[in-house]
T-cell receptor, first 114, second 116 residues
Framework: AQSVTQPDIHITVSEGASLELRCNYS??????LFWYVQSPGQGLQLLLK??????LVQGIKGFEAEFKRSQSSFNLRKPSVHWSDAAEYFC????????????FGSGTRLQVQP | DSGVTQTPKHLITATGQRVTLRCSPR?????VYWYQQSLDQGLQFLIQ???????AKGNILERFSAQQFPDLHSELNLSSLELGDSALYFC???????????????FGPGTRLTVL
């Protein structure tokens, strides 16, 4: 079955530390991949997206993500986390066939310690 | 600010009632999507409209319906409300052009519905 998995429900990092949030997908072909961030009480903001080409994608707020076809993964990274990065992060997939709506992972809540 | 607007921001109502949520897409976007975010179900796709026509349906209950008007704004109608319908309802829009091959969805701030 097609699915998007974010294995980590909750992650805590110290301010200034590096961050990696995991996302794995299970689709027949490589889908389009997205990361969105949701701050408390806010909507979803697009961080970055991967359609094709360079497998390392740069996004806003200093985030990047790497697409690894062999691992069916699209992990989000940031070299140095700021307190304002505390939020919930969602990986999403556009399957490119059939219904083109996004399928979201269950989200990873990031807590940043001072 | 994504350019997608949703009203109202909050809505509190009683079981059995009917409500209408409104969404205005980004200027020029032809596609509108509705999603529901709840604690137990996560973020789930409900329905998509493209230039006034229904294009795709997801996990939308029969008590729910939507439409997209000629000015491209969209409304999501929820009727016979139940406690379990309490959730955050998001609207997203995308250009919907070029066959949607590289469409990116931009989300509004959401409407929080509380059913008492």
């Amino acid at each position: 079955a097609q699915s998007v998995t974010q294995p980590d429900i909750h992650i805590t990092v110290s301010e200034g530390a590096s961050l990696e949030l995991r996302c794995n997908y299970s689709y027949g072909a490589t889908p389009y991949l997205f990361w969105y961030v949701q701050s408390p009480g806010q909507g979803l903001q697009l961080l970055l997206k991967y359609f094709s080409g360079d497998t390392l994608v740069q996004g806003i707020k200093g985030f990047e993500a790497e697409f690894k076809r062999s691992q069916s993964s699209f992990n989000l990274r940031k070299p140095s986390v700021h307190w304002s990065d505390a939020a919930e992060y969602f990986c999403a997939v556009d399957p490119l066939t059939g219904r083109r709506a996004l399928t979201f992972g269950s989200g990873t809540r990031l807590q940043v310690q001072p | 600010d994504s350019g997608v607007t949703q009203t109202p921001k909050h809505l509190i109502t009683a079981t059995g009632q009917r409500v209408t949520l409104r969404c205005s897409p980004r200027s020029g976007d032809l596609s509108v999507y509705w999603y529901q975010q709840s604690l137990d179900q996560g973020l789930q796709f409900l329905i998509q409209y493209y230039n006034g026509e229904e294009r795709a349906k997801g996990n939308i209950l029969e008590r729910f319906s939507a439409q997209q008007f000629p000015d491209l704004h969209s409304e999501l109608n929820l009727s016979s409300l139940e406690l379990g319908d309490s959730a955050l309802y998001f609207c997203a829009s995308s250009p919907g052009t070029s066959g949607g091959l590289t469409d990116t969805q931009y989300f509004g701030p959401g409407t929080r519905l509380t059913v008492l």
